[in-house]
Every structure is written in C-alpha cells, then in structure tokens.
C-alpha cells in the first residue's frame, strides 16, 4: 500500500486548507485512515481518523470543532478539511492507513498503523 499526502501550504490564521491522502497499491475500501501531525521540536500527534465505511470519525479535541475528515471514493483518497486555522496548526501532517473491520476506527496511537505517507507541510502564520 502507498499513501501519499498533498495540499499543504503556506496560509494566515483563519485560513482554511485541504489535504488529501491518496491510497495505491491495494483496494482502497479495505484500509481505515488517520492523519497525524508532527509541529517542530515535538512530537507526531493524531488529528483524525476515518473507518472504511466512512461513518464513523474521531477528532483530537484540539480540532475537532474545525476539521472535517472524509472518503472520496472516486479519487481513492480521504479529504481533511481544516477550516480556521490557527498557528499552532503549523506541522507537517502525514496519513497513515491501517486494514480494519468496516466501522473501526485504529485509535490515535500511531503504532497502529501499518502504512504512512510522506507528510505535507502545513504553515499557519498570525
């Protein structure tokens, strides 16, 4: 399975921006999704994740009121829309896919996921 993570770039805060992870290699609907971001100097955080179904998402309380995570089947891939950012947004975000039941959502943890993205970086100045 690739994973590969576009949209990124450079915005002010209140900006929005959309990113995408596109899945190859294997058949799409099999592989849960989640995004993860990593700022400078700290550690790789969760953002969001979305079963296989599509119904069913978890959001870090960080950004949970201002992201939107989805599947877009005919691209293969799975959209995170990111309205409202603000600075502390600013990371490098990667996707990463793991093969799940239906509805399950991986967790946060990023140990389990079994595939990663390159990440995108995202840059949100005040």
């Known amino acids: 399975v690739q994973l590969q993570a576009s949209g990124g770039g450079a915005v002010q805060a209140g900006a929005s921006l959309r990113l995408s992870c596109r899945v190859s290699g294997r058949m799409f609907s099999n592989y849960a999704v989640g995004w993860f971001r990593q700022a400078p100097g700290k550690e790789r955080e969760f953002v969001a994740a979305?079963?296989?179904?599509?119904?069913?998402?978890y959001f870090a309380d960080s950004v949970k009121d201002r992201f939107t995570i989805s599947r877009v089947i005919a691209e293969n891939s799975v959209s995170l829309r990111m309205n409202s950012l603000k600075p502390e947004d600013t990371a490098a975000y990667y996707c990463?896919?793991?093969?799940?039941?239906?509805?399950?959502?991986?967790?946060?943890?990023?140990?389990?996921?079994?595939?990663w993205g390159q990440g995108t970086l995202v840059t949100v100045s005040s």
């Open positions: 990463a896919a793991k093969q799940s039941n239906w509805g399950a959502i991986p967790g946060t943890n990023e140990r389990h996921y079994d595939y």
């Open positions: 979305i079963s296989r179904s599509g119904g069913n998402t």
